[in-house]
C-alpha cells in the first residue's frame, strides 16, 4: 500500500496525518503552524517529504447541500499548489463534518483549553484519512 498524508488545511493551523504501510490505519502527524498559504505549502511538502508520501488527501469542506464555498475554494487553491511544490498525486476529499466530530472525541475525552486548539486539526486529518482509506480500501491505484 501507497503512503498517505491528509491535510486539514486552515489558515492558522494545518492538521496532517499518514498512514501505516498496510493501508489500515489512520495516525495523527502533527500540525504545521504558518502564515500564509505559500509558507503551508512548503511545510506540508517538506513534511511529505520527510514522511514519505506518496498521495495527499486534502480535506475539502463542502457545505451540508453539496455547494463549494469560499472555504472550500481556499482548500481547492491550497491542493493545486501542493501538488506543484510536491510533484505528488493530491486528491481532495469531502470532510463535512470532520471538525465537528474532532470537538465531539475531545469533549467525550475531557480536553480542553490549549490542549484542545493544538490536537483539533490533527484529529481532524486522521478523521479525514481514515475515512479516505476505509472507503477507498480497494482502490488499485492505491496498492
Do not use: W
Not at 2 to 13: C, H, L, N, P
Not at 48 to 69: H, Y
Request: with cysteine.
Amino acid at each position: 500500500m501507497k503512503i498517505i498524508m491528509a491535510v486539514d488545511y486552515g489558515d492558522a493551523r494545518t492538521g496532517l496525518a499518514v498512514c501505516d504501510k498496510l493501508g489500515m490505519l489512520a495516525v495523527g502527524a502533527g500540525c504545521v503552524k504558518c502564515e500564509g498559504m505559500k509558507k503551508t505549502v512548503e511545510a506540508v511538502a517538506a513534511e511529505a517529504a520527510k514522511r514519505k508520501a506518496e498521495i495527499i488527501v486534502v480535506g475539502n469542506p463542502i457545505n451540508m447541500n453539496g455547494t463549494e464555498g469560499p472555504r472550500s475554494e481556499k482548500c481547492r487553491a491550497f491542493a493545486a499548489l501542493l501538488g506543484e511544490a510536491c510533484s505528488l498525486p493530491v486528491e481532495l476529499y469531502d470532510e463535512r463534518l470532520t471538525t465537528v466530530s474532532a470537538h465531539r472525541f475531545l469533549s467525550d475525552a475531557n480536553i480542553r483549553g490549549k490542549k484542545r486548539k493544538d490536537s483539533v486539526d490533527e484529529l481532524s486529518a486522521t478523521l479525514i484519512l481514515q475515512d479516505f482509506l476505509d472507503r477507498n480500501r480497494n482502490r488499485e491505484d492505491l496498492k
